[in-house]
């Protein structure tokens, strides 16, 4: 069975970090292009970061550019996501979703879904 497990969200200060991992069995990430997405309440699922399968393709949202970090680590068959200086917007659930193909990770909601999504995890920024 393919999963994506998110964790490491949680509660923090405005100009907080969280570190957030999605984790993958039944299936090795470095075969695939990986993204990170969030929905808050109310709002239409947005998409926050992607990195393509050889990693020579990165994207971040605009509201994200310099503040989130991307990466992969294939020992660990895990993806994570880096979130520095936090703010209340950044207030969402947050999930990772996979693809062989980048154009469905990185240009979700355009074109995709992925094919393969985690249950998300709670990021919650305080003021």
């Known amino acids: 069975q393919l999963q994506l497990v998110e964790s490491g969200g949680g509660l923090v200060q405005s100009g907080g970090s969280l570190r957030l991992a999605c984790a993958a069995s039944g299936f090795t990430l470095n075969s695939y292009a990986i993204g990170w997405y969030r929905q808050a309440p109310g709002k239409e699922r947005e998409a926050v970061a992607c990195?393509?399968?050889?990693?020579?393709?990165?994207y971040y949202a605009d509201s994200v550019k310099g503040r989130f970090t991307i990466s992969r680590d294939n020992a660990k068959n895990t993806v994570s996501l880096q979130m520095n200086s936090l703010r209340p917007e950044d207030t969402a659930v947050y999930y990772c979703a996979a693809d062989r193909a980048v154009g469905y990770v990185c240009t979700y909601p355009t074109v995709g879904p992925p094919s393969y999504w985690g249950q998300g995890t709670q990021v919650t920024v305080s003021s």
């Open positions: 990195i393509s399968s050889t990693d020579d393709l990165i």
